[in-house]
Protein backbone atom coordinates (compact mmCIF):
# COMPACT_ATOMS: atom_id res chain seq x y z
CA UNK A 1 0.00 0.00 0.00
CA UNK A 2 3.33 2.64 0.43
CA UNK A 3 4.38 1.83 -2.67
CA UNK A 4 0.85 2.28 -4.34
CA UNK A 5 0.93 5.32 -2.40
CA UNK A 6 4.25 6.68 -3.39
CA UNK A 7 4.03 5.65 -7.15
CA UNK A 8 0.41 7.87 -7.47
CA UNK A 9 2.03 10.51 -6.30
CA UNK A 10 0.94 10.72 -2.32
CA UNK A 11 3.36 11.21 0.44
CA UNK A 12 2.02 8.02 2.51
CA UNK A 13 1.55 8.73 6.41
CA UNK A 14 1.00 5.51 8.65
CA UNK A 15 -1.24 6.67 11.36
CA UNK A 16 -1.28 2.77 14.01
CA UNK A 17 -0.55 1.49 17.28
CA UNK A 18 3.14 1.09 17.09
CA UNK A 19 4.29 -1.97 18.24
CA UNK A 20 7.66 -3.64 17.01
CA UNK A 21 7.37 -2.49 12.73
CA UNK A 22 7.76 0.69 13.27
CA UNK A 23 11.22 0.77 11.42
CA UNK A 24 10.03 -1.57 8.46
CA UNK A 25 7.29 0.84 7.45
CA UNK A 26 9.91 3.88 7.51
CA UNK A 27 12.06 1.65 5.29
CA UNK A 28 9.52 1.36 2.84
CA UNK A 29 9.28 5.53 2.80
CA UNK A 30 6.20 6.45 5.01
CA UNK A 31 6.08 8.47 7.97
CA UNK A 32 4.51 6.80 11.10
CA UNK A 33 2.75 8.74 14.01
CA UNK A 34 1.61 6.62 16.84
CA UNK A 35 -2.56 6.53 17.83
CA UNK A 36 -3.44 4.05 20.81
CA UNK A 37 -6.79 2.56 20.01
CA UNK A 38 -9.26 0.39 22.09
CA UNK A 39 -9.53 -2.47 19.58
CA UNK A 40 -11.47 -4.88 21.63
CA UNK A 41 -13.85 -2.24 23.20
CA UNK A 42 -17.35 -1.36 22.16
CA UNK A 43 -17.19 1.13 24.95
CA UNK A 44 -19.37 4.29 22.90
CA UNK A 45 -16.66 7.18 24.76
CA UNK A 46 -13.71 4.82 24.50
CA UNK A 47 -14.31 5.05 20.67
CA UNK A 48 -15.49 9.06 20.60
CA UNK A 49 -12.13 9.57 22.21
CA UNK A 50 -9.98 7.89 19.58
CA UNK A 51 -11.88 9.85 17.14
CA UNK A 52 -11.37 13.07 18.21
CA UNK A 53 -7.99 12.41 18.35
CA UNK A 54 -7.24 10.77 15.28
CA UNK A 55 -9.05 13.84 13.45
CA UNK A 56 -6.74 16.22 15.41
CA UNK A 57 -3.86 13.88 13.91
CA UNK A 58 -5.49 14.52 10.70
CA UNK A 59 -6.19 18.13 10.55
CA UNK A 60 -2.63 18.88 11.91
CA UNK A 61 -0.99 16.28 9.41
CA UNK A 62 -3.02 18.37 6.42
CA UNK A 63 -4.31 15.05 5.12
CA UNK A 64 -5.92 14.88 1.91
CA UNK A 65 -6.59 11.34 1.62
CA UNK A 66 -7.56 8.47 4.22
CA UNK A 67 -6.73 4.91 3.50
CA UNK A 68 -9.26 2.99 6.29
CA UNK A 69 -7.82 -0.80 6.65
CA UNK A 70 -10.73 -3.05 8.35
CA UNK A 71 -13.51 -2.68 10.22
CA UNK A 72 -12.25 -1.10 13.05
CA UNK A 73 -9.98 1.12 11.29
CA UNK A 74 -12.87 2.19 8.70
CA UNK A 75 -14.96 3.19 11.61
CA UNK A 76 -12.24 5.40 13.21
CA UNK A 77 -11.47 7.10 10.32
CA UNK A 78 -14.48 7.82 8.65
CA UNK A 79 -15.53 9.60 11.51
CA UNK A 80 -12.53 11.27 12.12
CA UNK A 81 -12.51 11.90 8.43
CA UNK A 82 -15.62 13.73 8.65
CA UNK A 83 -14.63 15.80 11.88
CA UNK A 84 -11.40 16.74 9.85
CA UNK A 85 -12.63 17.58 6.17
CA UNK A 86 -11.22 15.00 4.67
CA UNK A 87 -13.30 13.46 1.34
CA UNK A 88 -11.15 11.52 -0.30
CA UNK A 89 -11.21 8.09 1.39
CA UNK A 90 -10.47 4.42 0.74
CA UNK A 91 -12.55 1.97 2.86
CA UNK A 92 -10.65 -1.52 3.03
CA UNK A 93 -12.54 -4.07 4.20
CA UNK A 94 -10.52 -7.33 4.88
CA UNK A 95 -13.53 -9.42 6.04
CA UNK A 96 -16.13 -9.62 8.87
CA UNK A 97 -13.02 -9.06 11.28
CA UNK A 98 -15.29 -8.06 14.95
CA UNK A 99 -18.65 -7.86 13.16
CA UNK A 100 -18.11 -11.93 13.27
CA UNK A 101 -16.37 -12.21 16.29
CA UNK A 102 -19.29 -10.92 18.39
CA UNK A 103 -22.66 -12.80 19.06
CA UNK A 104 -24.22 -10.81 21.71
CA UNK A 105 -27.26 -8.76 20.76
CA UNK A 106 -25.24 -5.12 21.28
CA UNK A 107 -22.55 -6.23 18.68
CA UNK A 108 -25.33 -7.07 16.33
CA UNK A 109 -27.05 -3.87 16.38
CA UNK A 110 -23.76 -2.09 16.19
CA UNK A 111 -22.32 -4.26 13.02
CA UNK A 112 -25.61 -2.87 11.12
CA UNK A 113 -24.96 0.55 12.50
CA UNK A 114 -21.42 -0.03 11.13
CA UNK A 115 -22.60 -1.86 7.97
CA UNK A 116 -24.90 1.54 6.90
CA UNK A 117 -22.30 4.32 8.47
CA UNK A 118 -20.09 2.56 5.69
CA UNK A 119 -22.40 2.53 2.81
CA UNK A 120 -24.44 5.69 3.48
CA UNK A 121 -22.73 8.13 6.16
CA UNK A 122 -18.96 7.87 5.13
CA UNK A 123 -20.10 8.00 1.70
CA UNK A 124 -18.54 10.75 -0.36
CA UNK A 125 -18.33 11.68 -4.13
CA UNK A 126 -14.73 10.39 -3.59
CA UNK A 127 -15.08 7.85 -1.30
CA UNK A 128 -13.04 4.48 -3.15
CA UNK A 129 -14.72 0.94 -1.40
CA UNK A 130 -11.63 -2.00 -1.51
CA UNK A 131 -12.32 -5.71 -1.06
CA UNK A 132 -10.43 -8.50 -1.25
CA UNK A 133 -13.21 -11.18 -2.02
CA UNK A 134 -16.83 -11.10 -4.26
CA UNK A 135 -18.58 -12.05 -1.21
CA UNK A 136 -18.34 -8.76 0.51
CA UNK A 137 -19.25 -6.38 -1.74
CA UNK A 138 -22.44 -7.44 -1.66
CA UNK A 139 -23.32 -8.00 2.28
CA UNK A 140 -22.41 -4.03 2.22
CA UNK A 141 -25.23 -3.52 -0.36
CA UNK A 142 -22.55 -2.21 -2.78
CA UNK A 143 -22.34 -3.55 -6.87
CA UNK A 144 -18.72 -4.75 -7.74
CA UNK A 145 -19.19 -2.84 -11.25
CA UNK A 146 -19.28 0.57 -9.73
CA UNK A 147 -16.98 2.50 -10.27
CA UNK A 148 -15.90 2.66 -6.88
CA UNK A 149 -16.08 -0.13 -5.95
CA UNK A 150 -12.66 -2.16 -6.50
CA UNK A 151 -11.50 -5.67 -5.95
CA UNK A 152 -8.05 -7.03 -5.06
CA UNK A 153 -6.44 -10.59 -4.70
CA UNK A 154 -6.35 -9.98 -0.78
CA UNK A 155 -2.12 -8.33 0.04
CA UNK A 156 -0.97 -10.21 -2.31
CA UNK A 157 2.42 -12.59 -2.19
CA UNK A 158 5.66 -12.34 -3.70
CA UNK A 159 6.12 -15.93 -5.37
CA UNK A 160 10.18 -15.13 -5.52
CA UNK A 161 9.87 -15.10 -2.18
CA UNK A 162 7.52 -18.04 -1.11
CA UNK A 163 9.26 -20.69 -3.70
CA UNK A 164 7.86 -24.01 -4.46
CA UNK A 165 10.27 -26.51 -2.22
CA UNK A 166 9.85 -30.66 -3.01
CA UNK A 167 6.85 -31.89 -1.01
CA UNK A 168 8.27 -34.17 2.02
CA UNK A 169 8.31 -37.61 1.95
CA UNK A 170 4.79 -39.67 3.48
CA UNK A 171 3.13 -41.13 5.52
CA UNK A 172 2.39 -39.69 7.44
CA UNK A 173 0.10 -36.65 6.03
CA UNK A 174 1.41 -33.64 7.58
CA UNK A 175 -1.15 -30.29 7.55
CA UNK A 176 -0.12 -26.97 9.35
CA UNK A 177 -2.48 -24.47 10.28
CA UNK A 178 -0.66 -20.94 9.88
CA UNK A 179 -3.16 -18.68 11.87
CA UNK A 180 -3.73 -16.47 15.15
CA UNK A 181 -5.13 -18.86 17.65
CA UNK A 182 -8.49 -18.16 17.07
CA UNK A 183 -11.77 -19.99 17.42
CA UNK A 184 -13.14 -18.10 14.24
CA UNK A 185 -10.03 -19.65 12.21
CA UNK A 186 -11.65 -23.12 13.33
CA UNK A 187 -8.62 -24.26 15.01
CA UNK A 188 -10.66 -26.66 16.98
CA UNK A 189 -12.28 -27.79 14.11
CA UNK A 190 -8.48 -28.46 12.53
CA UNK A 191 -7.57 -30.59 15.98
CA UNK A 192 -11.00 -32.80 15.40
CA UNK A 193 -10.16 -33.46 11.80
CA UNK A 194 -6.98 -35.34 12.81
CA UNK A 195 -8.72 -37.13 15.83
CA UNK A 196 -11.37 -38.55 13.49
CA UNK A 197 -8.67 -39.24 10.70
CA UNK A 198 -6.23 -40.70 12.55
CA UNK A 199 -9.24 -42.63 14.39
CA UNK A 200 -10.14 -44.17 10.64
CA UNK A 201 -6.69 -45.04 10.28
CA UNK A 202 -5.16 -42.41 8.31
CA UNK A 203 -1.33 -41.72 8.75
CA UNK A 204 -2.12 -37.55 9.66
CA UNK A 205 -0.18 -35.44 11.41
CA UNK A 206 -1.16 -31.46 12.67
CA UNK A 207 0.85 -28.70 13.46
CA UNK A 208 -0.68 -25.61 14.76
CA UNK A 209 1.51 -22.41 14.24
CA UNK A 210 0.15 -18.89 15.78
CA UNK A 211 -0.45 -17.18 19.07
CA UNK A 212 -3.55 -16.24 20.97
CA UNK A 213 -4.43 -12.77 20.96
CA UNK A 214 -5.62 -11.18 24.26
CA UNK A 215 -7.05 -8.25 22.07
CA UNK A 216 -9.74 -10.55 20.41
CA UNK A 217 -12.82 -12.19 22.14
CA UNK A 218 -12.27 -15.60 20.02
CA UNK A 219 -8.89 -15.70 21.49
CA UNK A 220 -8.24 -19.70 21.59
CA UNK A 221 -6.86 -19.97 25.68
CA UNK A 222 -2.76 -20.60 25.88
CA UNK A 223 -4.23 -23.78 28.27
CA UNK A 224 -6.12 -24.74 25.62
CA UNK A 225 -3.44 -25.09 23.27
CA UNK A 226 -1.25 -26.47 25.73
CA UNK A 227 -3.86 -29.42 26.03
CA UNK A 228 -4.44 -30.07 22.40
CA UNK A 229 -0.73 -30.27 22.38
CA UNK A 230 -0.66 -33.26 24.56
CA UNK A 231 -2.55 -35.48 21.93
CA UNK A 232 -0.85 -37.79 19.54
CA UNK A 233 -0.37 -36.49 16.04
CA UNK A 234 -1.01 -32.95 17.47
CA UNK A 235 1.95 -29.81 17.83
CA UNK A 236 1.53 -26.51 19.00
CA UNK A 237 4.28 -24.64 17.76
CA UNK A 238 3.86 -20.99 18.92
CA UNK A 239 4.46 -18.05 16.41
CA UNK A 240 7.03 -18.72 13.20
CA UNK A 241 9.33 -16.05 12.01
CA UNK A 242 9.75 -17.53 8.47
CA UNK A 243 6.39 -19.43 7.10
CA UNK A 244 8.62 -21.01 4.37
CA UNK A 245 10.18 -22.93 6.60
CA UNK A 246 6.91 -24.43 7.61
CA UNK A 247 5.70 -25.24 4.16
CA UNK A 248 9.15 -26.97 3.46
CA UNK A 249 8.05 -30.06 5.90
CA UNK A 250 4.26 -29.72 5.32
CA UNK A 251 1.92 -31.19 2.70
CA UNK A 252 -1.24 -29.11 3.42
CA UNK A 253 -2.29 -25.98 4.26
CA UNK A 254 -5.31 -26.38 6.62
CA UNK A 255 -8.06 -23.12 7.22
CA UNK A 256 -11.19 -24.07 8.48
CA UNK A 257 -12.38 -20.66 8.90
CA UNK A 258 -15.74 -20.22 10.46
CA UNK A 259 -15.80 -16.88 8.15
CA UNK A 260 -15.00 -13.41 8.96
CA UNK A 261 -11.85 -13.33 6.36
CA UNK A 262 -11.05 -11.03 3.45
CA UNK A 263 -8.70 -13.40 1.47
CA UNK A 264 -6.34 -14.77 3.96
CA UNK A 265 -2.47 -14.37 3.58
CA UNK A 266 -1.59 -17.84 5.22
CA UNK A 267 -3.55 -19.31 2.39
CA UNK A 268 -1.90 -17.28 0.02
CA UNK A 269 1.86 -18.18 0.98
CA UNK A 270 1.17 -21.53 1.28
CA UNK A 271 -0.23 -21.83 -2.28
CA UNK A 272 3.11 -19.55 -3.53
CA UNK A 273 4.91 -22.29 -1.91
CA UNK A 274 3.16 -24.76 -3.92
CA UNK A 275 1.21 -26.73 -1.01
CA UNK A 276 -2.55 -28.26 -1.44
CA UNK A 277 -5.31 -25.78 0.92
CA UNK A 278 -8.38 -27.30 2.89
CA UNK A 279 -10.22 -24.70 3.54
CA UNK A 280 -14.06 -23.93 4.05
CA UNK A 281 -16.53 -22.70 2.11
CA UNK A 282 -17.25 -19.11 3.65
CA UNK A 283 -16.06 -15.66 1.57
CA UNK A 284 -12.34 -15.22 1.14
CA UNK A 285 -11.48 -18.90 1.26
CA UNK A 286 -13.97 -20.20 -1.52
CA UNK A 287 -12.86 -17.10 -4.04
CA UNK A 288 -9.59 -18.11 -4.33
CA UNK A 289 -9.64 -21.97 -3.54
CA UNK A 290 -11.26 -24.17 -6.72
CA UNK A 291 -12.45 -27.10 -4.96
CA UNK A 292 -11.02 -30.52 -6.39
CA UNK A 293 -8.14 -28.41 -8.04
CA UNK A 294 -6.41 -26.55 -5.95
CA UNK A 295 -7.45 -28.41 -2.36
CA UNK A 296 -10.79 -28.65 -1.15
CA UNK A 297 -13.51 -26.33 -0.02
CA UNK A 298 -15.75 -28.51 2.54
CA UNK A 299 -18.85 -26.80 4.50
CA UNK A 300 -17.85 -24.35 7.59
CA UNK A 301 -18.07 -25.69 11.05
CA UNK A 302 -17.60 -29.70 10.04
CA UNK A 303 -14.90 -31.24 11.52
CA UNK A 304 -15.92 -34.60 10.04
CA UNK A 305 -15.76 -33.29 6.07
CA UNK A 306 -12.72 -32.07 7.09
CA UNK A 307 -11.71 -35.34 8.48
CA UNK A 308 -13.08 -37.43 5.33
CA UNK A 309 -10.49 -34.85 3.03
CA UNK A 310 -7.48 -35.88 5.07
CA UNK A 311 -8.05 -39.27 5.10
CA UNK A 312 -8.47 -39.13 1.29
CA UNK A 313 -5.47 -36.97 0.32
CA UNK A 314 -3.47 -39.36 3.16
CA UNK A 315 -4.08 -41.90 0.69
CA UNK A 316 -3.05 -40.02 -2.65
CA UNK A 317 0.11 -38.17 -2.11
CA UNK A 318 -0.15 -37.82 -6.03
CA UNK A 319 -3.36 -35.90 -6.51
CA UNK A 320 -1.63 -34.06 -3.17
CA UNK A 321 1.45 -32.63 -5.11
CA UNK A 322 -1.10 -31.69 -8.25
CA UNK A 323 -3.54 -30.02 -6.33
CA UNK A 324 0.18 -28.02 -5.13
CA UNK A 325 1.08 -27.11 -8.32
CA UNK A 326 -2.26 -26.02 -9.26
CA UNK A 327 -2.45 -23.63 -5.91
CA UNK A 328 0.68 -22.06 -7.02
CA UNK A 329 -0.43 -21.00 -10.76
CA UNK A 330 -3.34 -20.22 -9.08
CA UNK A 331 -1.40 -17.53 -7.33
CA UNK A 332 0.52 -16.16 -10.51
CA UNK A 333 -2.64 -15.34 -11.67
CA UNK A 334 -3.67 -12.18 -10.11
CA UNK A 335 -2.59 -12.63 -6.54
CA UNK A 336 0.82 -11.19 -6.39
CA UNK A 337 2.03 -8.40 -4.63
CA UNK A 338 2.88 -6.83 -7.84
CA UNK A 339 -0.80 -7.13 -8.77
CA UNK A 340 -2.00 -5.79 -6.02
CA UNK A 341 0.43 -2.66 -5.95
CA UNK A 342 -0.62 -2.25 -9.83
CA UNK A 343 -4.52 -2.13 -8.89
CA UNK A 344 -4.26 0.11 -5.58
CA UNK A 345 -2.22 2.73 -7.24
CA UNK A 346 -4.33 2.83 -9.95
CA UNK A 347 -7.47 3.55 -7.54
CA UNK A 348 -5.26 6.10 -5.76
CA UNK A 349 -4.90 7.91 -8.93
CA UNK A 350 -8.74 8.22 -9.10
CA UNK A 351 -8.05 10.42 -5.90
CA UNK A 352 -4.89 12.66 -6.76
Given at each position: MIRAA??????????????EHRGAIEAMGARVVPLEAER????PFKAAATFWRLARILRRERVSAVHCIALRGILNGGVAAMLAGVSRRVFAVTGGGFLSAHASRRAKLSARVLRFAIRHLFRTRTTRYLFENEDDPRSFGLDQSEPDVWVVGGAGVDPDYFQPVPLPPTPPLRVAVVARMLWSKGVDLAVEAVRLARAAGAAVELSLYGLPDPSNPQSVPRATLED???????????????VREVWAVHHIACL???????LPRSILEAAACGRAVLTTDVPGCRSFVRDEVDGFVVPPDNAEALAEKLVAL?????RVAAMGTNARARVLDGYREKDVVETVAALYRTLA
Open positions: TEAGFEPLVIARVRRSLDWSKRDGITWHGRTSDPSRGGEGARDPV
